[in-house]
């Protein structure tokens, strides 16, 4: 029997919804054997930004408190079991030199007991730290960069301080620069003997396209990368995040599998530019994408509908599928109507149903043989943010469904 597992519904559209190519040797790749299924967890930019001012906004800034925080909500508030458990820096973490030694450190004010310590209390709640970098004189926000030259001295310091995940930027590096150390970074952080995730923004810097971005290696490479621009708090820019992936997924979606995974940026899910349908339609659509879940929001304050939202466990259950396999969109239609499907684990696929329609709800009918599925199969349907299920008989007559909900069977 086939399941079928529907993510989301169809309301209104107002809710829902280089001149150098990637050239390395196959003896260089990263092999670490990390981010099987897509990371999960909370990263600090979008919400926080480069908010550095600790007198004037303390609960906010960019400091030790911060991340502790978040750790505390992670481990306490049902985060961590469903698995998001990487608590990530992200810019503006660094004091504006490094030290005597070259080494990069934190800034003393916010990071008074250093990365080390804030690593050990994140491990010793269950999580993972991850941390930021820049492969270039500068980070985006103006604080020291990794030029290839000490590429390998931090990667050291990360793995001394405990750090599970780096995130390395591209800002103030030119191509040269990146085809040489985004590739020696991986290679620098096997040597290091400590398991951290390498989270890439290569192909961003790049265009995010062949023949500038040759997935094949970069998937030796990294574990996963930024493909796009930033993600903005507004619909609209999820929507151009959605619009560029379909628009190139015959080149992206091949890309994506266990341990190296295309990245659209994070979840903003429970801030404050999207509807409570708009935020469902994030979640669904990142889900059928194997995305990496990394919410950027306050989890001290979340409401309770965006917290329903991130802890939903079937959609957290579809985007941790083994398989690995990234989503489609399959059909488009004219009247603003698309269907997006991701084949899972089991014989099971994933099926979201997005409407864009801005005027009303609006009532889609489709088949099986448009939506690729053999029409003599018996099917069990889930509604993922219901919790319902039915058995559906392509040979009943129309309106008499099998309905299956909590194995009670109904005609």
Not at 18 to 40: F, K, S, Y
Not at 268 to 287: C, D, H, K, P, V
């Amino acid at each position: 029997m086939r399941r079928a597992a529907r993510a989301g519904g169809l309301p209104p559209a107002w809710g829902l919804a280089l001149a150098w190519a990637l050239i390395l040797a196959r003896a260089q790749a990263l092999e670490n054997g990390l981010a099987r299924t897509p990371p999960m967890g909370w990263l600090a930019w979008e919400r926080f930004r480069c908010n550095i001012d600790c007198e004037a906004d303390p609960q906010n800034c960019i400091s030790e408190k911060l991340f502790f925080d978040m750790a505390d909500r992670l481990a306490e508030d049902g985060w961590r079991e469903l698995g998001y458990k990487y608590i990530n820096i992200d810019d503006c973490w660094s004091a504006k030199q490094r030290d005597g030694a070259g080494q990069l450190v934190p800034d003393p004010k916010r990071f008074p007991r250093g990365i080390k310590a804030l690593a050990d209390y994140v491990h010793s709640r269950g999580l993972k730290l991850g941390i930021y970098g820049d492969l270039g004189t500068l980070t985006c926000g103006g604080y020291p960069g990794t030029t290839v030259d000490c590429v390998e001295q931090d990667a050291q310091t990360f793995a001394q301080w405990g750090v599970d995940m780096l995130k390395l930027d591209g800002c103030y590096s030119s191509e040269e620069e990146q085809a040489e150390g985004y590739p020696k970074m991986a290679k620098a952080l096997n040597a290091t003997g400590r398991p951290i995730v390498y989270s890439c923004s290569w192909p961003a810097y790049q265009g995010g396209l062949p023949p500038k971005v040759n997935y094949t290696l970069l998937a030796e490479i990294c574990n996963l990368w930024r493909n796009y621009g930033d993600i903005e708090d507004s619909w609209d820019s999820v929507l151009s995040i959605v619009d560029w992936f379909s628009a190139h997924q015959d080149v992206l979606q091949p890309a994506a599998g266990p341990g190296h995974w295309n990245d659209p940026d994070m979840l903003i899910i429970g801030n404050f530019g999207l509807s409570y349908e708009q935020s469902r339609s994030q979640m669904a659509l990142w889900t059928v994408m194997a995305a990496p879940l990394l919410m950027s929001t306050d989890l001290r304050t979340i409401s309770p509908s965006a917290k329903e939202i991130l802890q939903n466990r079937l959609m957290i259950q579809i985007n941790q599928d083994p398989l690995g396999i990234q989503g489609r969109r399959i059909v488009k239609e004219k009247f603003h109507v698309e269907v997006f499907l991701r084949p899972l684990s089991q014989a099971a696929s994933a099926l979201i149903f997005f409407s864009r329609r801005t005027d009303m709800p609006f009532r889609y009918t489709t088949s099986l043989a448009k939506l690729n599925f053999p029409d003599n199969t018996v099917y069990e349907v889930q509604d993922v943010y219901s919790g319902s299920s039915w058995r559906y008989h392509p040979h009943l007559p129309p309106g008499k469904c099998m309905l299956s909900v909590h194995g009670l069977d109904e005609q």
